[in-house]
């Protein structure tokens, strides 16, 4: 079993709605949870980090974070196809090492 | 501000050759990864960087790999005796802390093996 599991799509929606990405865990040791956007033929870029369990808010852009459910997931409302990319999530144990979803390709259409 | 840069930006090589890729981390970072990311994959964790400390090579799958970094900033991936299930984005990050939140990663070294 992977450590991080995220559903790898295509997941394709229409300009204005909501998407939501998730991804599932299985070592309840991991502490921090990010989320990186990656353009085609380009690094990932981090969105927004997470600390234990909750909610965080930046923009159009919400994490959600349940560690009793060993379950992330990234709300995008208002997706615009300036979203369209591949959405990877992330956790840290401790220290330095992070354990990477394999990402979810998102189009968003006009 | 620059951000991380890599060298080159694809690399095709033959069976057998080795090779280098490069990393300029952004000024000032002290921590440096390397991760390699192949089709269909997650990002794959290959080597750690702090600064003067000794790295952590955890991940590096086999002897051929091996990574430097020279002054605490240039970073060096080396492949030795490249297979073609080497061909991969080969990713490096950087982080102004020890931790591995917020790393930021160049555009990555294309490498295919013919």
Redesign the interface.
């Known amino acids: 079993q992977k450590e991080v599991e995220q559903d790898p799509g295509p997941l394709s929606v229409p300009e204005g709605a909501i998407v939501s990405l998730n991804c599932t865990y299985s070592n309840s040791a991991f502490q921090y949870f990010m989320w990186y956007r990656q353009y085609s033929r380009k690094g990932p870029e981090l969105l927004m980090y997470t600390y234990s369990s909750g909610n965080k808010e930046d923009g159009r852009f919400t994490a959600q974070v349940d560690k009793s459910s060993k379950y992330i997931s990234l709300f995008i409302r208002d997706s615009q196809p300036s979203d369209s990319a591949t959405y990877l999530c992330a956790m840290e144990l401790y220290g330095n090492n992070l354990f990477f979803g394999t990402g979810t390709r998102l189009t968003v259409i006009p | 501000g620059a951000g991380?840069s890599q060298s080159p930006s694809n690399k095709v090589t033959e069976k057998g050759k080795d090779v280098e890729l490069r990393c300029d981390p952004i000024s000032g970072h002290t921590?440096l990864?390397w991760?390699r990311q192949s089709l269909?994959?997650?990002?794959?964790?290959l080597i750690?960087f702090?600064g003067n400390s000794a790295p952590?090579k955890?991940?590096l799958p086999s002897d051929r790999f091996s990574a430097e970094r020279t002054g605490g900033s240039v970073s060096t991936l080396t492949i030795q005796r490249t297979q073609q299930e080497d061909s991969a984005v080969y990713?490096c990050?950087s982080s102004s802390t020890?931790?591995?939140?917020?790393?930021?990663?160049?555009?990555?070294t294309r490498l295919t093996v013919t």
């Open positions: 991380v921590a990864y991760y269909g994959q997650g990002l794959e964790f750690y702090q952590d955890s991940g990713l990050a020890g931790g591995g939140v917020e790393q930021y990663f160049g555009p990555g």
